[in-house]
């Protein structure tokens, strides 16, 4: 059975802008894994401490065949795979792969909570999740469309980020 799921992605690497591309190609290359779509990017000033980068955060649509937790054991081999390269070249901070919904599932494991706990009070996962699906409900999200969800949030200096050159 093939299940949709919604991964929220933010990198503040030195170039993470390229982090994020090269992450949304990686997702659509995993095991009975495709990458159905994704949202703009966005540049949003960290929630939490503020001494660090800024982030670039998005959203992909993914259309699987993993149970939920293969697909977060997944998603956490990647987290580890550009963890390396920050090593490498020394970068600030590292990539996070959040698993935010799954079909319309409510998941309570000890490793894997979805819909994911904090997405509801993050502008930066919000918005672009409306923005890809925005007229969608879900009952596991109370039933309230995206969209009216986001904008209980905005407020996040999100900032959207055009084409490359
Ligand atoms: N929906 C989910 N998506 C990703 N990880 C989850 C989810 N639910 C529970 N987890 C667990 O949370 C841990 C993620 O820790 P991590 O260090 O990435 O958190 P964080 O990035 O600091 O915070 P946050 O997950 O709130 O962005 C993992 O060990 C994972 O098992
Ligand atoms: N803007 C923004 N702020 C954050 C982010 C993030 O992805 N974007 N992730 C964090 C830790 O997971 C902490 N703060």
Redesign the pocket.
């Known amino acids: 059975m093939t299940s949709t799921a919604l991964i929220g992605l933010g990198a503040n690497l030195d170039n993470p802008r390229a982090q994020l591309e090269r992450a949304i190609e990686a997702l659509d290359q995993l095991p009975l894994t495709h990458c159905t779509r994704h949202s703009r990017l966005y540049a949003s000033k960290p929630v939490g401490p503020q001494d660090q980068p800024d982030y670039v955060n998005a959203v992909a649509e993914l259309h699987t065949r993993l149970s939920p937790l293969a697909l977060?054991d997944q998603l956490q081999a990647l987290e580890q795979q550009h963890r390396r390269v920050r090593l490498r070249h020394w970068g600030p901070r590292t990539l996070?792969l959040?698993?935010l919904l799954f079909d319309d599932r409510a998941i309570i494991m000890p490793?894997?909570?979805?819909p994911?706990p904090?997405m509801l009070n993050r502008g930066f996962v919000m918005r672009p999740l409306a923005d890809l699906l925005g007229s969608r409900t879900f009952m596991s999200l109370s039933n309230e469309d995206l969209e009216t969800l986001a904008q209980q949030v905005e407020g996040d200096d999100l900032l959207p980020l055009g084409p490359q050159e």
């Not at 490793?111 to 979805?114: D, Q, Y």
């Open positions: 977060l996070d959040d698993l490793r894997l909570v979805v994911h904090e």
